[in-house]
């Protein structure tokens, strides 16, 4: 199986499950490893919008690398676990 590389360019894009249900979006990338917002609120989108990145123990979850299937342009696409 193929490394799908995270970046600093996939900040905002949405993280759909398997299925294409939307579960949040990348609030911030540190390390190559992507945070996930699940519940994003208008702020946080006009923040990563804006390029301001903050992570936030309470909204900010890592995503593994392992979950993820594929990134596109507009999304981030996790695998059937």
């Known amino acids: ?8 360019d996939d900040v905002g894009k ?9 579960v949040g979006i990348v609030s ?6 992507a945070y996930v917002d699940p519940d994003p609120g208008i702020t946080t ?3 990563t919008a804006l390029g301001w990145e903050e992570i936030d123990d ?3 979850y890592p ?5 993820v299937d594929d990134v ?3 999304e981030i696409r996790l695998t059937d676990l």
């Open 58 to 60: 309470e909204d900010g």
């Open 72 to 74: 596109t342009d507009d």
């Open 14 to 22: 949405t993280v759909v499950d398997e299925n294409g249900d939307e």
């Open 63 to 67: 995503l593994q690398e392992e979950t």
């Open 1 to 8: 199986m193929e490394t799908v590389q995270i970046t600093e």
């Open 45 to 47: 989108r006009i923040k």
């Open 28 to 33: 911030a990338v540190r390390h190559g490893t």
